[in-house]
Structure formats: structure tokens, C-alpha cells
């Protein structure tokens, strides 16, 4: 139920924000306001102007006009320190750890109990009690002395999700937080969220799984193209007038009707293993089939996929593409020879984030692209502009720098260049992590596409709903295995759940 605030009072207020960028307005005079003990949702496509808004509350961007109000006095955030020093936390879409330091140093960075602190030394001891404490509350079972750069994506967003509670706040924004996370550390986020707002807590939260604002939220802002569209009360909403007034248009089919897969194979992998990661692992994707793959965290799927692209070593197995057994022993073999991986990280392995996005697209064809010696430049910027059309990347030109996009718009980049190396087995990683319900709907059409043109498609996903929807048949893996498979129409979430905790024995 949504939060009463006849009295006015707001613990942030941000009035008639405008933030411009060269060629673009990212924030048109755009409004926020968030009560006391409240979890206010933003809503928008990828493009709308949300991440921007946080990133001008958090000190990363100064906006060109408007005033931001924190407990009714007036202040200038101009830096991340401004921010912290307000009471404001943030959990962004994309991992912001430091890699090289243990997941301790990483959760009370800035913020270490001293043991003297006129000499600055850390009181160790407790450092890693509270950060084990911190990680058992989510169950998190990971050491806290373990360097974050051995941390899978999702364990990282939990190890994040921790940091946010070392310290006092009066307001934590949590931009895509269950993205990577499974179902029992999802509901764990939830549980602590309601027990903080309890105590005085207010949330800023963003997210583009559409059931979680009706189970969280209080209240909802949606943004369009820079601009307010309005601002309400959950109860007011249904589903359909929500996503309606986000896109500016009626709710479409979201998921297409999948076509027979061909007789012929696309992808074979025999005997696939890696210790202590992958256990002899058999798959077949035929050609004009998605092959969809799932399980709970550090069931392998992620390291299925780097195998096979030739990201990571393998210790036996053979990989056959269209019947032939190919060398997939780096990336650029697996290049070569028709495999195609789309990493779930894109901001660190998907994209080199200070090139354009034409230069990103052209990287992984640049041999296609190349005669006698010579780069072809005027079909790379013609061929970048067709995928910059076909998936509607939002940005002023295909100049634009990949770091300087918007979250979803990184995910179409990176889906981009990897359709123009025209191969014939595409592994998507995560491939709607972050991407909001017209960009699915955009993807899903482009993997039909794939389909009928004879590409056999491998998709690594965690969301239930969408491996049973895109995919011709289900395989679920546990521990390193696969250790079920259904047909399409031959599951159900809770089928494969079950599955993937696998059988609990009785004490």
C-alpha cells in the first residue's frame, strides 16, 4: 500500500532536473519525490532517463538546472562524496567493486573500523566478523578474505547488495538488483528491504522485472524520453497501463511462436569437462533450434558457455560444429570456426566501453570486413547503422562512445557485433539481463530471425519464464551436469526449480 505524505514532507526531492548532452536532453525538467519509509519505483525503457537521473543524485553527473532537496534543506551534489556524505547509497546495474581487493575490504571501503585510528590501523578481526555476518544474512557462502575478481557476476551484485548496509543511509537506490539473482537470494533482498524500511529507510528502485514493483513498491515514477510521465500509486496501476505508459503505445505479444528446428546439427559437444567446473557434459543444438540452459547460481552455466566459445581451457571433451570437429581453444578459433559467444558482462568483457559503438561492432568482423589489407570502412558504418536501426540503440550516432550508453543499450551493442560476425552458433549469455519489455520483445524477434535463417542458438538464462517460452527444449544443469531435459510445453518453473536444487536428503 502506498505511503501517505499529507504533511508534505519528503526525504529527497529532486525539482525540474535537466541534464543535456551533446546532440541529446537525457532530463527534460524531470521530478522525483520520495517519502519517509517508502520504496519508490522508477520505471522507463532503456533510454528513458533513469540511470541519468540516479547518476546526477549520486554526484556522478551535475545537472545544468534544477535543485535536489534532502530533508527539506536545499543541497549541491557535486561529487559521490556529496552523496554519501547526504546519506544516499548506491547499487548500480553494473558491478563497481574493486577487483584486485578481498570481498571485506570491498564491503567497508572508506568505511573500516579502526582498531587506532589516528594512525589509520584497520581493526581486521572485526572487518571480517561483520563482513562474514553481512554475507550469512543474504546466505552468501563465500569467504569475505576471497578476492572479488574470482566472483562469478552474481556473486559479486550479492557482495554489493551487502556493502550497501555497512553504514548508515538514509536512502539506498537500487538500480536492477535481481538481475543476477536467484530466487532464495532474491527473496532474501526482499526480506531485509522490508525490515529496513521498518526501521526508517527509504529505497529508490528500478528495475524492469514488472512483478517486483507490486511486491515492493509503494509508489511509481515513470519516466519517457527525458520526461515525467507521471507519478502513482501502485494500486492505481495494472500491469498493462503501466508498461502502456512507458512505451506510449498498447502492450504487445512478448514472446514469438518458435518454428520446428531443422533436421541437421548446428552444435554438438561431446564429453565436455573441466575440474571441478564442468562433468562430462553432452549437448546437440540443431540448426534453427534454441537450446536453453538454466539452474541456480554456480551451476555452470556461465563456464558451459566460456568452454565452448574457448574463453576458458577444458580438460577433455569435443566440440563439432555442423557435424565437423572444430578447434574452439581460444575465442578467435571459436571465431573462426562459426561459434559465437555473448558474454553476461558486458560492461567489462561484452564491450571496450571508451571506443564507439561502430568500432565495437566492427571488432570481431574485421576479417569479413577487410580486402586486399584494407578496412572497408563505408560497409562497417553502413552494416553498424542497419543494427543500430534493427535493435533501436539509443544514441545521438554510432560515434558515441559504448561506455557513455545506458545499461540496455550496452546489451544491444554487444548482441549487435556479435549478429554482423554472421556465425553459425550464437551462445547468449543472460541475453535480456537489464533490457526493458520492448528491447526483449526486439531481441526475441532477432533470434526468430537467427532461427529461420539456419543459426543454432545456445541461451544461458536464470529467468524460468523466459527459458520456457524461447526455447525448443529446456536443459537444466546442477553442479557442473545436466542433469534434466524437457521439451517445450513440457515444464513448468516449479519442474525446473526442483530440478536444479536437485533432491534434498532426509535427516
Not at 148 to 171: F, G
Not at 278 to 287: E, F, M
Request: aromatic share 4%.
Amino acid at each position: 500500500m502506498a505511503n501517505s505524505n499529507s504533511n508534505g514532507s519528503y526525504v529527497i526531492e529532486m525539482k525540474n532536473i535537466v541534464k543535456r548532452f551533446p546532440g541529446v536532453t537525457a532530463l527534460d525538467h524531470v521530478n522525483l519525490q520520495v517519502a519517509p519509509k517508502e520504496v519508490h519505483v522508477l520505471l522507463g525503457e532503456n533510454g528513458a532517463g533513469k540511470s541519468t537521473l540516479i547518476k546526477v543524485l549520486s554526484g556522478a553527473h551535475i545537472a545544468d538546472e534544477g535543485e535536489i532537496i534532502i530533508d527539506g534543506k536545499s543541497v549541491v551534489i557535486r561529487s559521490p562524496q556529496d552523496a554519501i556524505d547526504s546519506g544516499l547509497r548506491f547499487i548500480y546495474q553494473e558491478i563497481n567493486l574493486v577487483q584486485e581487493i578481498d570481498i571485506a575490504r570491498n564491503m567497508f571501503l572508506g568505511a573500516e573500523p579502526m582498531l587506532i585510528k589516528a594512525l589509520g590501523i584497520i581493526d581486521q578481526r572485526t572487518l571480517y566478523k561483520k563482513s562474514r555476518e553481512l554475507l550469512e544474512q543474504f546466505h552468501i557462502d563465500l569467504d569475505p578474505t576471497e578476492v572479488v575478481s574470482k566472483l562469478s557476476v552474481t556473486q559479486q551484485k550479492m557482495v554489493e547488495i551487502a556493502r550497501a548496509l555497512t553504514s548508515e543511509a538514509k536512502v539506498i537506490v537500487l538500480d536492477e538488483p535481481t538481475d543476477v539473482l536467484e530466487d532464495r537470494s532474491r527473496q532474501d533482498l526482499f526480506n531485509v528491504i522490508d525490515k529496513l524500511k521498518a526501521d526508517g529507510l527509504s529505497f529508490i528502485y528500478i528495475s524492469h522485472r514488472y512483478q517486483e514493483v507490486y511486491e515492493l513498491g509503494d509508489r511509481v515514477t515513470i519516466l519517457r524520453d527525458g520526461h515525467n510521465v507521471g507519478e502513482f500509486d501502485i494500486a492505481d496501476l495494472t500491469l498493462d497501463t503501466m508498461i502502456e505508459k512507458m512505451i506510449g503505445s498498447e502492450v504487445k505479444k512478448q514472446y514469438p511462436a518458435l518454428s520446428p528446428p531443422m533436421a541437421e546439427d548446428a552444435l554438438q559437444v561431446k564429453g565436455l569437462s573441466r575440474q571441478n567446473v564442468l562433468d562430462n557434459v553432452d549437448l546437440v543444438v540443431k540448426k534453427g533450434e534454441i537450446v536453453g540452459i538454466t539452474g541456480l547460481m554456480g551451476a555452470g552455466k556461465t563456464e558451459l558457455g566460456r568452454a565452448i566459445a574457448g574463453v576458458d581451457p577444458i580438460n577433455a571433451g569435443e566440440i563439432y560444429v555442423e557435424g565437423e570437429r572444430v578447434n574452439a581453444s581460444s575465442p578467435n578459433q571459436a571465431i573462426k570456426n562459426g561459434i559465437a559467444y555473448l558474454t553476461e558482462d558486458r560492461k567489462i568483457l561484452g564491450l571496450v566501453l571508451d571506443h564507439s559503438i561502430r568500432d565495437n561492432y566492427a571488432l570481431p568482423s574485421l576479417n569479413r570486413l577487410t580486402t586486399a589489407g584494407l578496412v572497408e570502412h563505408r560497409k562497417i558504418t553502413q552494416e553498424t547503422q542497419v543494427y543500430m536501426d534493427r535493435l533501436q540503440i539509443k544514441a545521438p550516432g554510432m560515434g558515441t562512445l559504448a561506455g557513455q550508453l545506458s545499461g540496455g543499450n550496452q546489451q544491444k551493442a554487444v548482441i549487435a557485433k556479435w549478429l554482423g560476425a554472421q556465425c553459425k552458433v550464437l551462445i547468449f549469455d543472460e541475453p535480456t539481463r537489464g533490457i526493458d519489455i520492448n528491447g526483449r520483445r526486439e531481441v526475441y524477434q532477432i533470434m526468430e530471425e537467427l532461427l529461420e535463417q539456419g543459426v543454432g542458438i545456445l541461451m544461458l538464462t536464470s529467468d524460468y519464464t523466459e527459458v520456457l517460452e524461447m526455447s525448443h527444449r529446456v536443459l537444466v544443469m546442477r553442479s557442473g551436469k545436466i542433469t534434466a531435459e524437457f521439451p517445450r510445453g513440457g515444464a513448468s518453473e516449479s519442474d525446473i526449480l526442483r530440478e536444479a536444487i536437485g533432491k534434498i536428503e532426509e535427516a
